[in-house]
């Protein structure tokens, strides 16, 4: 693993089911995220967690979860998807100082049907 | 509310300069970032500012006006790789990245 690694690459799901996206990174950073990004809109941030064992919410938080039992895993879940879930989900680390970039995983593409 | 704005799209002629503008109106001020996502990929970091002024990267360079809230991405010697979206994103007064909806940058030959 080098960098950043979200699964599945895309995935149509049925509504109503359960969906956990994974995501992990090998850079030891403090810092993950978990952003959707819709056409026409900029990112919007899901869940955070500034270091492992501490989560919080983002600005479009409802219908999601997230765990941080350790420094590199931050899978998200859907407990019961709805087809505006549809997105492109990015999931981003940062060493977590103020004056450094995040690096974002190849993404996740949900088609909720 | 916090909100940050670029134009939707633009387009340029290979091998010519362009200005991307941003303008935001965010609480606090923590740094502003410039990404570069080409279609279908993720977001890769080109800038970061935080004092006022400009940055240079190459052919690359971003400019900061904290007072006025403004930013500019300015691509030079534009190559047909430079075809992307290109975002811009402020850290807030909570260290959290508000993002623009960024702007798709169409190269012609």
């Known amino acids: 693993i080098a960098g950043i690694t979200q699964a599945p690459t895309s995935q149509i799901l049925a509504a109503g089911r359960r969906m956990t996206l994974r995501c992990t990174q090998d850079?030891?950073?403090?810092?993950m995220y978990w952003y959707r990004q819709d056409l026409g809109l900029g990112l919007r941030l899901i869940h955070y967690?500034?270091?492992?064992?501490?989560?919080g919410k983002g600005e479009v938080p409802d219908g999601y979860s997230v765990s941080r039992a350790n420094t590199d895993d931050f899978p998200l879940t859907l407990a019961s998807a709805v087809p505006s879930q549809t997105s492109v989900y990015f999931c981003?680390?940062?060493?977590?100082?103020?004056?450094?970039?995040?690096?974002f995983g190849q993404g996740t593409r949900l088609t909720v049907v | 509310g916090q909100n940050i704005d670029q134009p939707t799209e633009m387009t340029a002629t290979e091998g010519a300069i362009v200005q991307i503008n941003c303008t935001y109106q965010?609480?606090?001020?923590?740094?502003l970032f410039w990404y570069q996502q080409h279609a279908g990929e993720a977001p890769t970091f080109l800038s970061y500012?935080?004092l006022d002024g400009l940055e240079e990267k190459g052919r690359f360079s971003s400019f900061l006006s904290r007072s006025k809230g403004y930013s500019y991405l300015l691509l030079k010697e534009l190559q047909m790789k430079d075809s992307a979206s290109y975002l811009c994103a402020v850290r807030d007064s909570n260290y959290q990245l508000i993002w623009g909806a960024g702007t798709k940058l169409i190269i012609k030959p």
């Open positions: 967690s500034n270091t492992a064992g501490t989560t």
């Open positions: 981003a680390s940062s060493t977590g100082t103020e004056n450094t970039e995040a690096f």
């Open positions: 850079m030891r950073h403090n810092a």
């Open positions: 500012n935080v």
């Open positions: 965010t609480s606090g001020f923590n740094g």
